[in-house]
């Protein structure tokens, strides 16, 4: 019986062709700093150089590189679209409040009016 249950458990840990399930991340080809410095040279150069040229002067696959760039600029597009709804919405906070404030100031002025003239009636 416990043999029979170890073959299960040993049938059940591994994949359907004998493999392990667990999987190991991969070991990235690059380092990270590599990456970083590559982008910013692309990114800083005015021209912008031939990616296949900058990939061979950094010794990287001109494959990776592009693919790093454009993560780069996806980043960077997504960071410049929200800064710009973040003003939008604060410029239309700051109406708002500007209009609640002259509101405030009506309705105080109108109390005003109205607690003078229960004075003098009364």
């Known amino acids: 019986m416990a043999s029979r249950l170890v073959r299960i458990a040993i049938r059940r840990s591994l994949g359907s062709r004998g493999k392990r399930n667990d999987r190991v991340p991969a070991v990235r080809k690059y380092p990270d700093d590599l990456r970083s410095h590559a982008v910013q040279l692309y990114r800083e150069s005015e021209p ?3 990616i296949s040229r900058l990939a061979e002067h950094l010794g ?7 693919t790093w760039i454009r993560e780069d600029e ?4 997504d960071d410049d ?3 710009t709804i973040r003003l939008a919405e604060l410029r239309d906070l700051r109406k ?13 002025a109108a109390s005003a009016l109205f607690a003078a003239e229960l004075m003098e009636v009364g």
């Open 48 to 50: 912008k150089p031939a």
């Open 60 to 66: 990287v696959h001109r494959e990776a590189l592009r």
């Open 74 to 77: 996806a980043t960077h597009q």
């Open 81 to 83: 679209q929200l800064v």
């Open 96 to 108: 708002k409040n500007a209009e609640l404030k002259r509101a405030n100031e009506i309705l105080r």
